[in-house]
């Protein structure tokens, strides 16, 4: 193995010893993992050492000081963004991702109509819950490619804009996830919060709301994993100057009614017009409020929602990145129809096997880099707790390609249960954790 390293230029660096020590259950110095990641980016430290180190931390895990500097030499590796120069407070939020999750679209704008700047750096999506910048895509002419004059240019225009993260921005995590997914080590909370933190930190917000779904459809399944993830995260902004607070909020059924690509910019629009499922636009009402909190700015999102301001600032941040945001989207052909096979109350609609269904007719990627479809998805024409009978439609399946329809019913196999008595509903919001 040491003849992959090349010590010629570190003579004090040895990464079987740093390894080592990992595997063992000690500590790391700040300056063992600054030259470690250091050398890492280098190509002195190889891929191989690196998969090892990696699954060691999954084991042994990282203490909140190992975390921090870990965190901090991520940032290290690229660019770090300077939004001073705007003069507004700076607020961000992050979502750990589920199923019908468009409340990005929704409080990007309406947070920046009460004077905050937003400068939403986001991802696409892999798997079956869906990625911002692939919603986005659905907006004819839209652009995700923003270059770094552009960004502080919308920014100090419109105040909020929604971008793809530049391959400058914290290049070590764009390799240190993809030898994550190859090896089994995706799953370690500190090497998530580092993550998702070192993007946050980089892209220059001030403050931050990490919203961390938990349930059936989310990344997490476990309410005490989730809040020790929301925790690590808060510590590790809170240790790099950022105000970060936390949302734990439910994600066992789709959030809205609409899945894909298209159809979630759709409903988006709507409950920026005032309109849309309820609790699509309580949860972004709710976040919004903690966004708002978190800068130090008094006012009431329902009212923004309701007189036009937040879908004014919508529309020009859409414009402003190249779109139209009058252009018509391209929502696709209704497929096929899935009914309720009694009457009764519906008590569960399961999040991932809506999420998959959706996946299944495109609107997913498998791979990062594959194509997906703006018209494909699925729309919930009933949520948990509301009655049906026998015979009403549950779910709508769009797209454009009829062979997709049998695997995704195949998807939706023992995702609805319809019964007599109403569910127990967990809240949407089921705890809030930092300042
Ligand atoms: N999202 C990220 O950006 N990183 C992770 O490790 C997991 C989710």
């Not at 191989?48 to 931390?57: F, S």
């Amino acid at each position: 193995m040491e003849r992959l390293v090349s010590t010629q230029h570190n003579p004090t660096f040895d990464p079987v010893g740093i390894i080592r020590e990992k595997r063992d259950g000690r500590a790391w110095s700040p300056s063992q993992i600054h030259q470690l990641m250091e050398n890492y980016v280098a190509g002195t430290f190889a891929e191989e050492q690196m998969a090892a180190l990696l699954m060691a931390v999954v084991w042994r895990g990282m203490a909140l000081d190992e975390l921090a500097a870990w965190t901090e030499a991520m940032i290290s590796s690229g660019r770090r963004i300077d939004l001073d120069a705007l003069g507004q407070p700076t607020v961000d939020k992050h979502s750990t991702g589920g199923v019908g999750d468009k409340v990005s679209l929704v409080l990007v704008p309406l947070v920046a109509s009460f004077g905050a700047a937003v400068p939403q750096m986001s991802g696409r999506g892999l798997g079956h819950t869906g990625g911002t910048l692939d919603k986005m895509d659905a907006i004819p002419g839209w652009r995700s490619d923003l270059s770094p004059d552009e960004v502080m240019r919308v920014l100090g225009e419109v105040g909020c804009l929604i971008t793809a993260a530049s391959s400058d921005l914290v290049p070590a995590d764009h390799r240190l996830y993809a030898l994550r997914d190859i090896t089994a080590t995706v799953e370690s909370i500190p090497l998530i919060a580092s993550s998702i933190m070192s993007k946050k930190v980089a892209e220059g917000t001030k403050s931050l709301l990490l919203d961390v779904k938990v349930g059936t459809g989310a990344f997490m399944t476990d309410l005490a994993e989730a809040r020790t993830l929301a925790q690590r995260m808060i510590d590790v902004g809170e240790a790099h100057g950022v105000r970060t607070a936390a949302m734990l909020t439910t994600m066992d059924a789709p959030l809205g009614s609409a899945v894909g690509n298209a159809l979630e910019v759709q409903e988006a629009i709507d409950v920026l017009s005032g309109a849309g499922p309820d609790d699509l636009r309580d949860l972004a009402v709710a976040e919004a409020e903690v966004m708002l909190d978190l800068v130090g700015i008094e006012g009431d999102p329902g009212v923004a929602l309701r007189d036009g301001s937040a879908l004014q600032r919508f529309e020009a941040m859409v414009q402003a990145q190249g779109g139209d945001p009058h252009a018509p989207l391209p929502l696709g052909r209704k497929l096929a129809t899935v009914r309720a096979d009694r009457s009764g109350v519906l008590r569960r609609l399961d999040a991932r096997a809506v999420g998959m269904a959706s996946f299944r007719l495109g609107a997913g990627r498998s791979r990062p880099g594959e194509q997906v479809s703006m018209t494909a998805g699925i729309t919930c024409e009933v949520k948990p707790g509301q009655s049906v009978t026998t015979g009403q439609p549950i779910l709508v399946l769009w797209g454009d390609d009829p062979s997709l329809i049998g695997s995704a019913e195949a998807a939706l196999a023992g995702a609805i249960e319809v019964g007599d008595s109403p569910p127990s509903l967990p809240p949407p919001v089921l705890e809030r954790l930092g300042c």
